[in-house]
Every structure is written in structure tokens, then in C-alpha cells.
């Protein structure tokens, strides 16, 4: 089951004699649900980049079986036209190269610019999950020290 932030927000909890403050129950919620929010938002955001990314190389593959079409078409009218056109047939090849160069050159840029962002937002998951780790760890062991007053103390456990 998933839950939201609004899940979170409208979370309400017993309370007992010795229960919870209130107050920080609501805020540790409040701070709980917002931060789920930013990262809905960013998975949001990241999911958009990601689809247009791969719009954008869609494009460029487009691009790229566009200008091969071409040459092929170049290299027959090439072999129709063997001696007049075969100079203009070179430039025409050489022009074709270069722009599809210079367009392999600019995807190859864009999609190393892209893998690195990809990286660096693995990254900063990793570092997320192990603070969330460590946030979890904490209360577990704050929930463990608790327990254990109470036993020391021989007072019966809340139900």
C-alpha cells in the first residue's frame, strides 16, 4: 500500500496518558508529508526530463537514418550522372558528413551531459536512502531505550 502525503496529513493517533505529544506527532507528520511532496515533485520533474530526453534522441535517430537516406540517394544519382555530377556529388557528401558529424558530435555532448546528471541523481537517491536509514535506525533505537526503561522499571507495556 502506498502511502501519501495526504495519508500522512490525515494520520491521527491515540492518545493514551502516557501516549505521544501531540504536537510533535503533528509536526514530525507535517515535516514527513512535506518531504514526500519534494520528492514526488522531483521523481516528477525527473520523469519529464527523462521523457524528453528521449524525445530529443528519437529526434536525432530521425535525423540520423534521414541523412543516411540521403546519402544513399546521393551515391545513386552519383552513379547515373558518373561524370558531371561527380563533383557535385563530393561536395554534396562532404557537406553530408560534416553536418551529420557535427550532429553525432552534439548528441554524443547532450547524451554524456545526460548520463552524468543521471549519475549525480543516483547519487543524491543513495544519500537520501542512507539518511532515511539512519533517521529510522535512530527511533528504532530511541523505541528500544524506551522499552527498556519500562521493563527496568517493572511497569506494565501500554496496549
Not at 495519508?7 to 512535506?34: C, N, P, S, T, W
Not at 516528477?44 to 535517430?61: G, I, M, N, P, V
Not at 557528401?93 to 557535427?102: N, P, T
Request: zero cysteines.
Amino acid at each position: 500500500m502506498r502511502v501519501t502525503p495526504l495519508d500522512i496529513q490525515q494520520k491521527k493517533f491515540h492518545i493514551g496518558v502516557r501516549g505521544y505529544d501531540r504536537k510533535e506527532v503533528d509536526a514530525f507528520l507535517d515535516l514527513i508529508r512535506e518531504e514526500m511532496e519534494e520528492l514526488i515533485r522531483e521523481v516528477t520533474e525527473h520523469r519529464e526530463f527523462r521523457q524528453s530526453y528521449d524525445e530529443k534522441q528519437q529526434a536525432f535517430l530521425e535525423k540520423e537514418d534521414m541523412l543516411k537516406n540521403t546519402m544513399l540517394t546521393t551515391n545513386k544519382l552519383v552513379e547515373d550522372f558518373k561524370d558531371n555530377a561527380r563533383k557535385e556529388a563530393e561536395v554534396i557528401l562532404k557537406d553530408a558528413d560534416v553536418r551529420s558529424q557535427r550532429l553525432v558530435d552534439t548528441a554524443q555532448r547532450e547524451n554524456a551531459k545526460l548520463e552524468a546528471d543521471i549519475l549525480n541523481l543516483r547519487r543524491q537517491r543513495h544519500y537520501l536512502l542512507q539518511d532515511m536509514k539512519k533517521v529510522i535506525q535512530t527511533h528504532l533505537e530511541m523505541i528500544n531505550f524506551a522499552e527498556s526503561t519500562l521493563e527496568s522499571r517493572n511497569e506494565p507495556a501500554p496496549k
